[in-house]
């Protein structure tokens, strides 16, 4: 004869498996800092690796303030970049001394190693966790520059390997001008200033989202630039949003009531 503790840890198993109630919870499915990734699964960069221009003043890639690189990315008016010393004079940079952590950097990508100046670099996230859907796509952006109609940048995602949308694509004001205020008070007024889904870019990070949708296993964003001359870009902070499954309470409780119900057979047996 099959033992009633038996029978009521078959009963509390199939009470819960069977009838578990779930409930959609907004949360981050997958992020990238460039310091510390979220279900970041792989990334790829054409034609030239990231961080592979031969010129130090060509930027696209992952920077920080305290290593440096490319001058026109960096604002040295009161803190040199990579150890160096500040430069009161500096007129362009889009990260200060107090933003110590990595970013995408991007500046003069049409030079002797691009001459067409198209760079497209993807990152791919493990999304499967968003049974209930993505909701939204967070990115932090940054820019400062004389840009020109024809610099571009834009990023669009895919999911489980379908067509690319875009969710991000940049926009010149050709005839306006903007104050940029550089980390020493310093103002600097350049003309055609560069915008994200019509939010105007200034030297300081700002958060810019787009709503998304879809579910899958994988999400690929496509980053894809063309600038020309000294004009600074920058992106931080991805954060992909979606709704993942959360047991209902009530499950809980079930599990509970199996389990006081083996605890009590097994007392009996005793």
């Given at each position: 004869?099959?033992s009633?503790?038996?029978?009521?840890?078959?009963?509390?198993f199939?009470?819960?498996?069977?009838?578990?109630?779930?409930?959609a919870?907004?949360?981050?499915?997958?992020?990238?800092?460039?310091d510390?990734p979220?279900?970041?699964?792989?990334?790829?960069?054409?034609?030239?690796?990231?961080?592979?221009?031969?010129s130090?003043?060509?930027a696209w890639?992952?920077?920080?303030?305290?290593t440096?690189?490319p001058?026109?990315?960096?604002?040295d008016?009161?803190?040199?970049?990579?150890?160096?010393?500040a430069?009161?004079?500096?007129?362009?940079?889009i990260?200060?001394?107090?933003?110590t952590?990595?970013?995408?950097?991007i500046?003069?990508?049409?030079n002797g190693?691009?001459?067409?100046?198209?760079?497209?670099?993807t990152?791919?996230?493990?999304?499967?966790?968003?049974?209930?859907?993505?909701?939204?796509?967070?990115?932090?952006f940054?820019?400062?520059g004389?840009?020109?109609?024809?610099?571009?940048?834009?990023?669009?995602?895919?999911?489980?390997?379908?067509?690319?949308t875009d969710?991000?694509?940049?926009?010149?004001?050709?005839?306006?001008?903007?104050?940029?205020?550089?980390?020493?008070?310093?103002?600097?007024?350049?003309?055609?200033?560069?915008?994200?889904?019509?939010?105007?870019?200034?030297?300081s990070?700002?958060?810019?989202?787009?709503?998304?949708g879809?579910?899958?296993?994988s999400?690929?964003?496509?980053?894809?630039a063309?600038?020309n001359?000294?004009?600074?870009?920058g992106?931080?902070?991805?954060?992909?949003?979606g709704?993942?499954?959360?047991?209902?309470?009530?499950?809980?409780?079930?599990?509970?009531?199996?389990?006081?119900?083996?605890?009590?057979?097994?007392?009996?047996?005793?």
């Amino acid at each position: 004869m099959i033992s009633r503790l038996v029978l009521c840890t078959f009963a509390a198993f199939i009470f819960v498996s069977g009838a578990t109630a779930y409930r959609a919870s907004a949360a981050i499915v997958a992020s990238h800092d460039f310091d510390a990734p979220m279900n970041l699964t792989g990334s790829t960069s054409s034609p030239i690796a990231f961080n592979g221009f031969t010129s130090t003043g060509d930027a696209w890639g992952i920077y920080d303030f305290n290593t440096g690189g490319p001058f026109s990315l960096f604002d040295d008016t009161v803190a040199g970049s990579g150890g160096g010393a500040a430069f009161a004079g500096d007129s362009l940079g889009i990260v200060q001394s107090t933003k110590t952590d990595s970013f995408f950097g991007i500046n003069d990508t049409t030079n002797g190693d691009v001459a067409d100046g198209e760079m497209t670099g993807t990152f791919t996230f493990d999304i499967s966790s968003a049974t209930g859907g993505l909701t939204s796509i967070g990115i932090d952006f940054a820019g400062m520059g004389d840009f020109e109609a024809s610099d571009l940048l834009t990023i669009s995602y895919s999911i489980d390997g379908g067509a690319f949308t875009d969710i991000f694509v940049s926009s010149v004001d050709e005839a306006v001008s903007k104050d940029y205020t550089m980390e020493s008070g310093t103002v600097i007024t350049l003309d055609d200033p560069m915008s994200i889904n019509g939010v105007e870019l200034s030297n300081s990070f700002q958060t810019i989202s787009a709503n998304v949708g879809g579910t899958g296993n994988s999400l690929t964003l496509q980053v894809f630039a063309d600038t020309n001359a000294d004009e600074a870009i920058g992106f931080d902070n991805i954060v992909i949003n979606g709704l993942t499954a959360v047991p209902e309470p009530g499950a809980f409780f079930a599990l509970m009531i199996g389990m006081a119900g083996v605890v009590t057979a097994r007392r009996r047996r005793r």
